[in-house]
Nanobody
């Protein structure tokens, strides 16, 4: 389907900021929501944030509330994740994902809802 490519990751110090981007290969005609997930070595994949494509409604995981902001640019077929006040525990591979399922925002917390995934970008936060 639509290919998703993440970018913007890197190595930063605690307290700094990063902005991740997820670009789609073409217009997301059948995408209803986009999400960000992360996975640290030896841990389960964790929900970070989600946004509905049409309405722009947003949801966040408890560990990032107040620090991260998800947004989208419909014209550019791109979703962003602004990460502020980064902590070492934010370290991991960040994946963006899209879903063709038109559901409630609560549904978008679950990785199984998504049917299209990017390859991920590494974020490392040092102290």
């Amino acid at each position: 389907q639509v290919q998703l490519v993440e970018s913007g990751g890197g190595l930063v110090q605690a307290g700094s900021s990063l902005r991740l981007s997820c670009a789609a290969s073409r217009r997301t005609l059948n995408t209803y929501a986009m999400g960000w997930f992360r996975q640290a070595p030896g841990k389960e994949r964790e929900f970070v944030a989600a946004i509905s494509w049409g309405g722009g409604n947003c949801a966040y995981g408890d560990s990032v509330k107040g620090r991260f902001t998800i947004s989208r640019d419909n014209a550019k077929n791109t979703v962003y994740l602004q990460m502020n006040s980064l902590k070492p525990e934010d370290t991991g591979v960040y994946y963006c994902a899209g879903t063709s399922k038109d559901r409630s925002m609560a549904t978008y917390f679950w990785a199984a809802t998504y049917d299209n995934w990017g390859q991920g970008t590494q974020v490392t936060v040092s102290s």
